[in-house]
Every structure is written in structure tokens, then in C-alpha cells.
């Protein structure tokens, strides 16, 4: 099954967030949208997850056209998400967090079923020693972990994440790294993810989706995005983002190599 974005735009008061965005994943895949602050990417997750409605354009998911959907059904058809600022209950335990979802969503029903769904959301995330923990008092890194396991508590066909490494530093970016890996795996679920992190997206996203000013500035494997000259003057020009990304390169370049070492010696 695949979630499609079809020429969606959206116009707040006469300013245009989007202009004639689309785009498509499938299951079990991990799509990347990059852009400068203002381009529109955080507006596009709120446009499929029918938390604001499109001016223009649609959005599917197989059969289902979810455009005008309010947010909750589209949780139910099967889209789940997290988001920039945490939006977890603070005075609640992670398994009571993690189970509010999990009761809500069609796919877990049955008396006992949200509450063992929800277990093996914690899990997969390596949560299992934060069960009876109050959110509140957890790290920043733990918390962005939470969220993620409420979001996929729901069983959603896909997993939308809008910036998921913010405020993480470089080990819990790497830790988050391999989180989304697993989730990939054990869910088999198609995930969007959205963040400045261009270290993890990099290392991460199979495909690379670039917005500019709320339209589509490229598209790619990391490698050609990397290497697009348009992505270089629009968005990755400064030393910064030069950095992050010949840093990325570096360290797939090496562990390639690792691999490549470890091959042999076997073969050995």
C-alpha cells in the first residue's frame, strides 16, 4: 500500500505554505522531506495527518482519500505521527501514555489487546525499565522515544515524525537512528520523517524529498541530493550543513569499509 500526496497546496491568510507539493512512499519504506525553516515541511505533515485541510490537492492512502478527514479518523485509517514540541501527559506513566493511543485505535481491540500492544510498543523501543515511570520525569531523549511508541501503539501502516531529533545530541541522534531502523523492521510500516538532523537523515532515508519556499526543489537518493547543486545553493550552502554532510559521508564511507573488512575476514 502506498500513502500519496497529490498538488497539495495550502495558503494561510495569503501566504503560500504549500504550491503544488506530491510525493509517495510505500510501506516498509523511510522517505526523508528536507528544507530550510519556512519551507513547508511541518505543514505537509499536518496536511496528511488531517490536522489542517489543504486549499487544493489530495491526500490517499491505498483506496481511502483522507483530504477531509479530521485528524482522529485519519489516526484510525491508519496514519500515526509524533511531533516538534513533546505532546506526551506529563503526570502519566509511559505505559499509561502509551496505552491512552493504543485504546483508540480499530486495530487494537479487545479487552486485553491494547494493553499487550502497547507492552510491545515499549520494547521495541527499548523501554521496558521506564514502564511505571512518570513521563515528566524522564530525559528529553527518553521522552522523544515515548512518543514514538504511542504513536505506533495505534498499528499504523504509516509512521509520520516531525523532527524527532530535535534536541538530541549526537549519541541520542545515533541511538534514534537505529530506533527508526527497528520500528522499520519489527512495524513493516512506511515512514516520513522530517528534521535538520542531516547527519541522521542521511544515514537513515532511502529517498530524499527537498522543499523550498512550500514547493518541491528536488528528489533523490541521498547521494544525489547531496550532490544537487540546486539543494547546495538553496539549502545546504552554509558551512554548517556542508559539514553535517560531508561528516555523514565520512562516516558511511568508513563503515562501508568496516563491512567490507569484516566480509573478507570471514571469507578468511
Known amino acids: 500500500m502506498k500513502l500519496e500526496v497529490e498538488s497539495v497546496s495550502k495558503a494561510f491568510a495569503g ?158 541522534s545515533d541511538d534514534l537512528l537505529e530506533v527508526i531502523r527497528k520500528v522499520r523492521q519489527e512495524i513493516e510500516c512506511g515512514i516520513l520523517i522530517v528534521d535538520h538532523d542531516l547527519r541522521l537523515i542521511m544515514r537513515v532515508a532511502e529517498r530524499i524529498q527537498v522543499l523550498n519556499e512550500g514547493r518541491t526543489l528536488a528528489q533523490g537518493s541521498p547521494e544525489e541530493v547531496r550532490r544537487n547543486t540546486s539543494v547546495i545553493e538553496a539549502y545546504l550552502g552554509s558551512e554548517h550543513a556542508h559539514h553535517e554532510l560531508e561528516h555523514s559521508h565520512q562516516e558511511e564511507t568508513e563503515r562501508a569499509h568496516e563491512r567490507a573488512d569484516s566480509d573478507g575476514a570471514k571469507q578468511d
Do not use: W
Open 15 to 172: 501566504v503560500q505554505a504549500l504550491s503544488d507539493v506530491s510525493l509517495q512512499f510505500a510501506e516498509g519504506e523511510i522517505l526523508a522531506v528536507i528544507g530550510p525553516n519556512g519551507s513547508g515541511k511541518t505543514t505537509l505533515i499536518n496536511v496528511i495527518s488531517g490536522v489542517i485541510r489543504p486549499t487544493s490537492g489530495q491526500v490517499t492512502m491505498g483506496e481511502t482519500v483522507l483530504t477531509h478527514l479530521p485528524s482522529y479518523r485519519v489516526v484510525r485509517c491508519g496514519i500515526g505521527r509524533t511531533f516538534q514540541n513533546i505532546r506526551l501527559f506529563r503526570d502519566m506513566t509511559v505505559i499509561e501514555n502509551v496505552e491512552t493511543a493504543a485504546s483508540r485505535s480499530p486495530r487494537t481491540k479487545g479487552f486485553l489487546r491494547p494493553r499487550r500492544v502497547s507492552r510491545e510498543a515499549i520494547m521495541t523501543l527499548d523501554l521496558g525499565r521506564y514502564l511505571h515511570t512518570v513521563v515528566g520525569t524522564l530525559p528529553y531523549g527518553i521522552q522523544r522515544r515515548v512518543e514514538i511508541a504511542r504513536a505506533i501503539a495505534t498499528k499504523p501502516h504509516f509512521l509520520l515524525l516531525d523532527e524527532p531529533a530535535a534536541g538530541l545530541n549526537e549519541a541520542e
